[in-house]
C-alpha cells in the first residue's frame, strides 16, 4: 500500500528547463511545487480535518462532563447510547484513517520524492553552468548547497502542513468552541492571538536572517574544509596542517557566532511565549469559572474551555518552534538559492543545430578574450589550421595559448571576434556536439572517482570491452591496470582509481587519460602537454601511439618540451596574447627569431621561465 503512495509522484518528471531561474524564494519554490499541487491540496484537506477532529473531541469532553451530570447512568445511557456509540466509532475509525492517510501523504509521498526532485534539478542545473563559473567558486561549497536545499524545502512543506495548517486549524476551531459556550470567552482568545502573533512576527522577522547567516557561515566551514581534504598532499607537502587547522577554525567560529545569535532569539521568544500562554490559561479559565459561579455555563463548559487553552498552550510552543523551523528552512533555501538559482549564462544559440563536421579546417578569426579584465588572454589573435594540419602551439605561462583552446571548446564565450569550424560558427552549434567532436589530453588530468572501466569509457561509453582493452593497450596502461587492487578488493578494470585519481601515480592517469581519448577518436586532437607526467621510457613506449592517433586528424599539441612538437606541419609562437612567430620547425630556426633562441637554450628541454630576457638578448 505504501509503495501506492511512494509513486503519486515522479520526481524525475520531464519539464521545461529555464536558463534564468527565478531569484525570488517564493517564484523559485513554485517551479518545484508545480508536480504536487493536487498532492498539497488534499494533505491540506487531510491535516485540516485532523486538526478539526482533535477540537471536536475537547468539545465532546464538556459535552460528556453535562451528559453524565444531568442524569442516572441508566437514563443518560437510555438517552445518548447511540450517541456514545458513534464518537466511538469516530475516534476507533475515522480518526486513525484520516491521520494515517494525512502521515503517509506527508512522510511517503511528499518529503521522498519532493527533496529529490529539487536535488535532481538542481544538480541538472549546476551542470550546465560553464567551466569558468565552477572555477569561481568552492567545489564543496557547491555541493553543499545542492545537498542541503532539497531537505530544507522538504522541511519547510512538512512544516506547512504539520504545524501551520493544523495549527491554524486549531485556532479556528477554538473559537467556534468557545463562543458555541460563550461568545465572551473568545476575547481572551482574541487578544492573545494578536499577542502572539505580534511575537511570531517579531521572531521571523530576526529569526529569518540570523538563518541565513548561520546557514551561510556552514557552508564557508564545508568549503574550506573540503578545500583542504581535496589539497591533502599540498597541505602535507608543505607541513601547513597547523595553518589550515587555524583557516578552518576562522570559519568555525564565525559559524558558532552566527548560530548563538540564531539560539539568542529562540531564547528570548520562549521566554515571551511562556508569559502570554500564562496570561491566556488564566483569562480563559478564570472567565469560565465566573461564568460557571453566576450561572451561566455549565461544568463541562469549564471542563471545555480549560482544557482546550491547555492544548493550546501545548501547542503554542510546537507552533512557534515549527514557525521558526520553516523560516529556518526558508533560509537555508534562500541560501542555496545563490548558487541553485545563478543563471547559466554561457548558453546554446536559440537556432543552435549540431555541428556537421567534414574536414576538421579551423579558423581563428580576430580573436580576443581577457577574462574581463581588459589585459591579459588573447588580444585579436587569427590563425587558420588546415583540414589534418598539426600544428604546435608554444608560449610562456600567460601567452594565451590554454586561453585558445578554452575559447574552441567553448569552455568561455570570447569577448571578441569568432572561432569557426568548417565554416560554422562554434557559437552558433550546440556545445555538446562541438565537444564530442574534439578530443583532449591535458596535463593534470584528473579522473572521476569511479573504476578504470568507468573512465576509459568515458571516452565512448557505447564502446565494447574488447574496444576498451585495445585503447588500454595503445596507451600503455594495460600492463598496470592489471595489477590495480583498490580497498574493497576490487581489482584491475574494476578498480576505483580515488577521488581525481589520486590512488594512481601522475604518470598512470596520464595512460588512462590517453585510453579514454583514443577510444573517444574525435576528428579534432588536443594535446595539452599530453607526456609530461610520463618518464621517458614510457613517453617513448607511446609516442608512436600518439603519432598513429594524430594520422587524419586536425591537431593542436602544446608544449613546454619543443623536442615533442618539433615534427609538427606548423609551429606557432605566442607571447603576451599575440601570434609572434608562425612556420615550421626548419624555418623558424632558419629565421633565428624567438623559437630558434628557445631551441638553443633548451637543447631539447624545457622553456625557460624568464622568456622576456631571453627575448631581449
Not at 519532493?114 to 569561481?136: C, D, K, M, P, Y
Not at 577554525?249 to 500564562?278: H, P, S, W, Y
Request: with cysteine.
Amino acid at each position: 500500500m505504501l509503495g501506492f503512495f511512494e509513486r503519486l509522484v515522479d520526481p524525475f518528471t520531464p519539464y521545461l528547463e529555464t536558463d534564468t531561474p527565478p531569484r525570488r524564494l517564493w517564484p523559485f519554490l513554485r517551479e518545484y511545487i508545480r508536480p504536487f499541487h493536487r498532492i498539497f491540496a488534499l494533505t491540506t484537506v487531510t491535516s485540516a480535518a485532523v486538526a478539526l477532529i482533535e477540537v471536536g473531541l475537547i468539545w465532546y469532553v464538556g459535552r460528556l462532563v453535562d451528559l453524565l451530570s444531568n442524569g442516572t447512568p441508566a437514563d443518560v445511557w437510555m438517552a445518548h447510547g447511540a450517541e456514545f456509540l458513534v464518537a466511538g466509532a469516530v475516534v476507533l475509525l475515522v480518526r486513525p484513517l484520516l491521520a494515517a492517510l494525512n502521515t503517509t501523504l506527508l512522510h511517503n509521498t511528499i518529503m521522498p520524492n519532493f527533496g529529490t526532485l529539487i536535488r535532481w534539478r538542481a544538480h541538472r542545473h549546476v551542470l550546465r553552468q560553464s567551466v569558468g563559473w565552477f572555477e569561481n567558486d568552492f567545489a564543496g561549497r557547491i555541493a553543499n548547497r545542492i545537498m542541503q536545499t532539497p531537505p530544507a524545502a522538504g522541511d519547510a512543506v512538512f512544516q506547512t502542513f504539520d504545524a501551520v495548517t493544523f495549527a491554524t486549524t486549531t485556532l479556528i476551531g477554538a473559537g467556534a468552541v468557545l463562543s458555541s459556550a460563550d461568545a465572551r470567552l473568545v476575547l481572551p482568545l482574541l487578544v492573545w492571538l494578536v499577542l502572539y502573533a505580534a511575537l511570531v512576527r517579531w521572531t521571523l522577522k530576526r529569526a529569518g536572517p540570523a538563518s541565513k547567516a548561520a546557514s551561510d557561515a556552514r557552508s564557508a566551514v564545508i568549503g574550506r574544509v573540503v578545500d583542504a581534504y581535496t589539497n591533502i598532499h599540498s597541505v602535507k607537502l608543505f607541513a601547513h596542517h597547523d595553518r589550515e587547522i587555524s583557516y578552518a577554525k576562522e570559519a568555525i567560529e564565525t559559524a558558532r557566532e552566527t548560530f548563538q545569535v540564531e539560539m539568542r532569539v529562540v531564547t528570548k521568544m520562549d521566554i515571551m511565549l511562556t508569559v502570554l500562554n500564562g496570561g491566556l490559561i488564566v483569562a480563559v479559565t478564570s472567565w469560565a469559572l465566573y461564568l460557571w459561579f453566576h450561572g451561566q455555563a455549565s461544568v463541562g463548559v469549564v471542563a471545555a474551555s480549560t482544557t482546550l487553552v491547555l492544548r493550546l498552550n501545548n501547542m503554542t510552543y510546537w507552533i512557534m518552534w515549527a514557525t521558526t523551523a520553516l523560516v529556518q528552512a526558508l533560509g537555508i533555501v534562500a541560501e542555496g538559492m545563490e548558487t541553485i538559482a545563478q543563471p547559466v549564462t554561457l548558453v546554446d544559440a536559440p537556432e543552435a543545430k549540431p555541428l556537421h563536421l567534414t574536414e576538421g579546417r579551423i579558423e581563428v578569426r580576430e580573436v580576443s578574450h581577457h577574462y574581463g579584465r581588459g589585459s591579459g588572454g588573447l588580444d585579436r589573435v587569427s590563425l587558420t589550421i588546415r583540414p589534418g594540419e598539426k600544428i604546435g602551439l608554444i608560449g610562456r605561462s600567460g601567452a594565451g595559448k590554454s586561453t585558445l583552446v578554452k575559447l574552441l571548446l567553448r569552455f568561455y564565450d570570447m569577448e571578441g571576434g569568432q572561432i569557426l569550424i568548417d565554416g560554422q560558427d562554434i557559437c552558433a552549434v550546440t556545445q555538446d556536439s562541438l565537444r564530442r567532436d574534439i578530443g583532449m589530453v591535458q596535463q593534470d588530468n584528473a579522473l572521476l572517482h569511479r573504476s578504470v572501466r568507468e573512465n576509459i569509457l568515458y571516452g565512448r561509453p557505447e564502446a565494447t570491452e574488447a574496444e576498451m582493452h585495445e585503447a588500454a593497450r595503445r596507451a600503455a596502461a594495460d600492463g598496470f591496470i592489471s595489477s590495480l587492487q583498490d580497498s574493497d578488493g576490487r581489482q584491475g578494470y574494476d578498480a576505483r582509481v580515488g577521488e581525481r585519481g589520486v590512488k594512481l601515480s601522475g604518470g598512470q592517469r596520464q595512460r588512462i587519460a590517453l585510453a579514454r581519448v583514443i577510444l573517444k577518436d574525435a576528428p579534432i586532437l588536443v594535446l595539452d602537454e599530453a607526456t609530461s607526467a610520463l618518464d621517458s621510457e614510457v613517453e617513448a613506449a607511446i609516442q608512436d601511439t600518439l603519432y598513429g592517433l594524430m594520422q587524419g586528424k586536425t591537431v593542436i599539441a602544446i608544449a613546454h618540451r619543443l623536442s615533442t612538437i618539433a615534427h609538427m606541419d606548423r609551429i606557432v609562437v605566442l607571447d603576451e596574447g599575440h601570434i609572434v612567430e608562425d612556420g615550421t620547425h626548419a624555418a623558424l630556426l632558419a629565421s633565428g627569431g624567438l623559437y630558434a633562441r628557445l631551441w638553443n637554450r633548451q637543447s631539447g628541454g624545457f622553456i625557460g621561465i624568464d622568456l622576456k630576457e631571453e627575448a631581449a638578448e
